[in-house]
């Protein structure tokens, strides 16, 4: 069936490193959203791309979405430790479904001072 | 604005009980999703409900149920719970993406259930 697949599943970063995690979808997204999730809190939206292509940036993060609509990246420049949490991408199918997201497995992110 | 709020935060039940979880979106959002959060499955959608219809559904059995009130709050009823519905279970709530609008979702601080 139709499911969204996030790799790594884990990321274990020195303080200040680099790192990026990727969202594949099996099929194409309307949008796609990031969100992130601190240990013990709940889902807190970064993002959202609408257009093939997009590029955004927010201060030490980039987001980008595929070409066809299937894919997306997010990498975090100079990591810090309030970079910690699990980083989730998110989309709908299609333009109505806009309220139903299907999430990926989310990338744990832990940094090491 | 305030945010999303969700009662109860904590809830203990025994098996074969019902439960019903509150959520009270955003001021002015129409919209509001269920979600349930465990640790094996990860984050999966239950229903949406838009103006007092469900508008979508996940592949969840009719044991879980839901409905939206004319002011937008909305519940979700689990009944003769089993020890596997043990989860966080979030609601959010959006705005009408409408034209050019965003469709993020603003989550609340969710309900921990656990079913012994």
């Known amino acids: 069936g139709q499911q969204v697949m996030q790799i790594p599943q884990y990321q274990h970063v020195q303080e200040g490193e680099d790192f990026t995690t990727y969202c594949n979808s099996s099929?194409?997204?309307?949008?796609i959203q990031w969100y992130k999730q601190r240990p013990g809190g709940h889902p807190v939206f970064l993002i959202q791309?609408?257009?093939?292509?997009e590029v955004k940036k927010q201060k030490r993060l980039t987001f980008q979405f595929g070409e066809a609509k299937k894919n997306s990246s997010l990498h975090i420049t100079a990591t810090q430790t309030t970079d910690v949490g699990t980083y989730f991408c998110?989309?709908?199918?299609?333009?109505?479904?806009?309220?139903?997201?299907?999430f990926g497995a989310g990338t744990q992110v832990v940094v090491t001072p | 604005k305030a945010g999303v709020t969700q009662t109860p935060r904590y809830l203990i039940k025994t098996r074969g009980q019902q439960v019903t979880l509150s959520c009270s979106p955003i001021?002015?959002?129409?919209?509001v999703s269920w979600y349930q959060q465990t640790p094996g499955q990860g984050l999966q959608f239950l229903f949406e409900?838009?103006?007092?219809?469900?508008?979508n559904k996940g592949n969840f059995p009719g044991r879980f149920s839901g409905r939206q009130f004319s002011n937008s709050r909305s519940e979700m009823n689990v009944s003769t719970l089993e020890l596997g519905d043990s989860a966080l279970y979030l609601c959010?709530?959006?705005?009408?993406?409408?034209?050019?609008?965003?469709?993020?979702?603003?989550f609340g601080p969710g309900t921990r259930l656990t079913v012994t």
């Open positions: 959010a709530s959006s705005a009408y993406p409408g034209q050019g609008s965003s469709y993020e979702q603003y």
């Open positions: 099929t194409t997204l309307s949008n």
């Open positions: 791309l609408v257009k093939s292509g």
């Open positions: 998110a989309g709908p199918w299609t333009t109505d479904s806009w309220g139903k997201l299907q």
């Open positions: 001021s002015g959002h129409r919209s």
């Open positions: 409900y838009f103006s007092e219809t469900q508008r």
